[in-house]
């Protein structure tokens, strides 16, 4: 009835009135009911007849409306107005507008109005067709038992949803080469554009600027030689990239695999951007005081970008590069072509390190007020923003935020002023100074105190002209380990130098190139024989020569012969041209039926060591960073003396090196019996995150999350079966979560089965690819429950639950639990390994395509089981 009386305003009424007659002739279910005044209320008893009347004056023809004209003026009062107001009215069908004409109306009959309301009809009888209108009541009693047991089908549901569609295939080889194909047309057709764009600056700014007629008079404060600021070496840039680079990249479109080189052929020449990107800030600064004149000669070359937006052209073509470069080696290593893959990675890791020398330059050139020459000052080897304050003083430390420069000789302490936006820079006004030769370092440490991570240290002159300068200065804790051994392996090399200070002194640059040089030393003999006497020989007594004459003198500062040490000869043995450095040591008795060897490691010549990540039942890892590029790797040292086979780290680092996955963690090279006989070194890209059970937990559990996780897994595992690899020790430990949330699957060496994870063919047999499968399910289960499904009283019946596969669901640990989640578990759990499901299968599971839930991981749960683990790992159960 609210509805009838929402649509039948009285405006309608008036408007049915005339036509009554001729209407309940065409439409029979029409009852028509007089009111009390002289007019008349029509209605219907259903909405479609009702809108039949509204319809039905639409067509009438001109003659019966007006015969109805005169009977409509004769029952209306005499104060009553014409209807002149009718055709418009008729018009607008919008229900929006039914209450306007309701109130008029209203106000025009005043109360007849409410007449007329009263003189309604009866109300209609109420639709009670349960497929128009379900009971309320029973939808929710049946949604609440569907809930609680999905297999029984509700009597009353909506249409059925279609199902959803297959998941997309992978993505084919061929394909894959395709999109690579138009990736390296974008790379070719970009160069031939960045090339004609400096050729407006080589061949346009610069050839006017030097033409003898001068066409634009230049200003005399920018000739001297800083005309030549404003370009800096982009002519030979332009000359490179116009002569060699642009062919041999037009090249790459008939042969791609020869692209997978190119930048590492051509490393020295693209570090004419870190060059280029040194002057940069000294040319824009140049460019900003001359801005008319450079106007000027844009308008009498008719070029469309100003000055500044072609000299920054160079800097976002490196830019360039690695993102292209990226999607390059993306494509290719979906279509499986591993070496080519590698070779593409070596020209990205040559782009990182070009782009980092060349911010750290812009950097650097922004620096103002130093007084030396800041090309005089070596290598940078770090800055960054330190909290410092002048003195010695560390109690209650506040310090200031200064911007630290650490060349190889000198550091320089500077404040920044300004914010870096999208168009400006900060600069870096210079405080202060430090020689390196005259600098002492303290580190503060307290003994009530574990952590020293908020500890700042003392940078202090020893030079006598400047007494006083020191600076307490204190980084960002997971930057304290960085700086400390940066200063000391620099502090280090002065001290090596200053014993061979009465060289010459043209070598000095040769010496401070390598901060490595003498910061470790050599260990001691692992056994000796005794001998009744001491014996010395003079003649043994050589120095190594490292680097000729210069290092020929060099002696470390450890490593001194000492007066009497009982039954050892120590002497520094010859060394050819070739050596690259090593520096040896051989000691033996004076009988010679023992005898001990040292020279200094080559793992430790390329990698520096850091601070330890993890401890395995074979191994330790350790954070650490290669000293050429700066690239943080992780070294794996495996003690091949409690290995089942000294194969193992061999056969792992093959793995990892064939391997071409961003689920799992690469292998870079292998250090084989280093740094002892005894031990082998992986080194191995660095995965900073957490393992996957602690990284669930920060993020609360959200199902999201989850699905996310683990189909990163079964990708990771799709891998491995293609390339017929078995992992065979997945667990939590293993599985690490990025904080980007990318999956990294780690170790891949030997190991002894991790009961809780283990397949029960894997305990009893050999380990398969559904081995991992099982892992995996087991993860799972743990992650939607926060409790092992198999682990019992004591190993034996934990044993036996899993080979029975004797499990279950109980409902205090898997309420709300999504139902298709579940039955991914049991398909992992399955006893028979080849009715396991395999990776392909549980990608065309619906639980990762359909909406999330309310539910979520139980957090509470899955940190005890953290908890339990470490603690059994400390123990060694």
């Known amino acids: 009835m609210n509805y009838l009386l929402n649509v039948i305003t009285p405006l309608h009424y008036s408007l049915l009135e005339a036509d009554w007659l001729h209407i309940s002739t065409l439409s029979a279910p029409m009852l028509i009911y007089p009111g009390p005044s002289d007019g008349g209320v029509v209605t219907t008893n259903s909405p479609v007849n009702k809108r039949r009347v509204f319809m039905g004056r639409k067509w009438l023809p001109p003659p019966l409306r007006k015969l109805s004209t005169p009977k409509v003026e004769k029952n209306q009062p005499a104060e009553r107005p014409p209807l002149k107001k009718t055709p418009s009215d008729k018009r607008f069908k919008s229900p929006t507008s039914e209450s306007k004409p ?68 992978l993505e084919s080889a061929e394909l894959s080469l395709q999109k690579r194909k138009y990736v390296i047309q974008e790379l070719i057709d970009t160069e031939r554009d960045y090339v004609r764009d400096l050729s407006l600056v080589v061949e346009g700014y610069m050839e006017l600027m030097r033409d003898p007629e001068r066409p634009v008079p230049m200003p005399d404060d920018l000739r001297g030689g800083r005309d030549k600021m404003v370009f800096g070496n982009i002519e030979a840039i332009y000359e490179w990239h116009r002569d060699s680079f642009l062919k041999a990249l037009e090249r790459c479109c008939e042969h791609p695999e020869e692209l997978g080189s190119l930048f590492k052929r051509y490393e020295r020449k693209l570090r004419m951007y870190v060059i280029y990107c040194q002057n940069k800030p000294k040319s824009e600064y140049i460019v900003s005081d001359f801005e008319n004149y450079f106007e000027d000669l844009r308008q009498k070359l008719g070029h469309k970008l100003q000055i500044c937006d072609l000299l920054i052209k160079p800097v976002q073509r490196v830019m360039k590069y690695q993102l292209l470069l990226n999607n390059i080696c993306k494509y290719t290593e979906r279509a499986g072509l591993t070496s080519e893959t590698d070779a593409l990675r070596q020209d990205i890791a040559v782009l990182q390190v070009v782009l980092k020398a060349a911010n750290d330059m812009m950097d650097v050139g922004r620096l103002q007020g130093f007084d030396g020459k800041i090309t005089a000052q070596g290598k940078l080897l770090l800055h960054g923003t330190l909290l410092c304050s002048e003195g010695t003083s560390t109690a209650n430390f506040k310090g200031k ?70 600076y307490a200065c204190l980084p960002a804790p997971e930057l304290r380990s960085e700086w400390l051994s940066n200063l000391r392996n620099i502090l280090q090399t002065q001290r090596d130098f200053l014993k061979a200070i009465q060289s010459p002194i043209q070598y000095q640059n040769k010496l401070t190139k390598d901060p490595t040089f003498g910061s470790r030393e050599p260990s ?47 002497r520094w043995s010859d060394s050819s041209s070739s050596s690259s450095g090593d520096c040896g040591a051989a000691a033996e ?104 059970l602690e990284h669930i937990c920060s993020v609360q559990g959200k199902e999201a999350k989850i699905k996310k996780l683990f189909l990163q897994l079964i990708y990771a595992l799709q891998y491995l079966l293609s390339q017929h690899v078995i992992h065979g020790d997945i667990k939590p430990e293993n599985v690490l979560v990025e904080s980007d949330g990318t999956v990294r699957l780690v170790d891949f060496g030997p190991s002894e089965p991790d009961q809780e994870f283990t397949a029960p063919e894997a305990l009893t047999a050999v380990t398969t690819h559904s081995s991992d499968m099982w892992s995996w399910g087991v993860l799972l289960y743990v992650t939607l429950s926060g409790v092992s499904p ?3 009283d004591c190993p034996e019946e934990t044993f036996n639950n899993i080979c029975t596969a004797n499990y279950s669901f109980p409902p205090d640990y898997f309420s709300g639990v999504p139902e298709d989640a579940l039955f991914l578990v049991t398909s992992a759990l399955a006893p028979d390994p080849d009715q396991r499901a395999l990776p392909n299968s549980l990608l065309l599971s619906p639980w990762f395509k359909e909406n999330d839930s309310d539910w979520a991981a139980p957090v509470e749960r899955l940190l005890n089981f953290i908890e339990r683990r470490r603690k059994s790992t400390c123990c060694g159960l």
């Open 790 to 792: 198999f682990l019992d």
């Open 589 to 692: 008795d004076k009988d010679g039926t023992k005898s001990w060897s040292w020279e200094e490691d080559p793992l430790y010549r390329r990698y520096q060591q850091l601070d330890l990540i993890g401890i395995g039942k074979y191994s330790e890892v350790y954070a650490g960073k290669d000293v050429v590029t700066g690239q943080e790797v992780a070294l794996k040292i495996i003690d091949k003396r409690r290995l089942p086979s000294e194969d193992g780290p061999k056969d792992e680092y093959k793995k990892l090196s064939e391997l071409c996955h961003r689920n799992i963690v690469s292998g870079l090279t292998l250090f084989t019996e280093s740094p002892k006989e005894y031990l082998d070194t992986i080194v191995m890209t660095r995965v900073k995150g957490s393992q996957i």
């Open 102 to 169: 309701a109130d008029d109306t209203g106000g025009q009959n005043g109360d007849e109005a409410d007449e007329e309301v009263l003189e309604l009809p009866p109300p209609m009888k109420p639709i009670s067709e349960p497929l128009l209108v379900p009971n309320t009541e029973d939808a929710q009693a049946q949604r609440e038992q569907h809930s609680e047991k999905t297999s029984q089908v509700t009597p009353v549901k909506s249409p059925p949803e279609p199902p959803p569609p297959p998941p997309p295939p």
């Open 401 to 470: 935020e200064l911007v630290v420069f650490l060349f190889e000789q000198t550091i320089i302490f500077s404040e920044a002023v300004g914010k870096k936006t999208q168009f400006t820079n900060p600069v870096y006004i210079y405080k202060a100074h430090i020689q390196v030769n005259k600098m002492s370092l303290d580190e503060i440490t307290s003994r009530d105190k574990d952590d020293y991570s908020n500890e700042p240290f003392i940078i202090r002159s020893t030079d006598p002209k400047k007494p006083g300068t020191s």
């Open 524 to 570: 001691p003999p692992l056994s000796h024989t005794d001998c009744p006497e001491v014996y010395v020989s003079q003649s043994h007594c050589k120095r190594q020569s490292l680097l000729g004459g210069f290092r020929a003198t060099l002696r470390r500062a450890r490593s001194e012969v000492p007066q009497r040490h009982a039954g050892h000869v120590r």
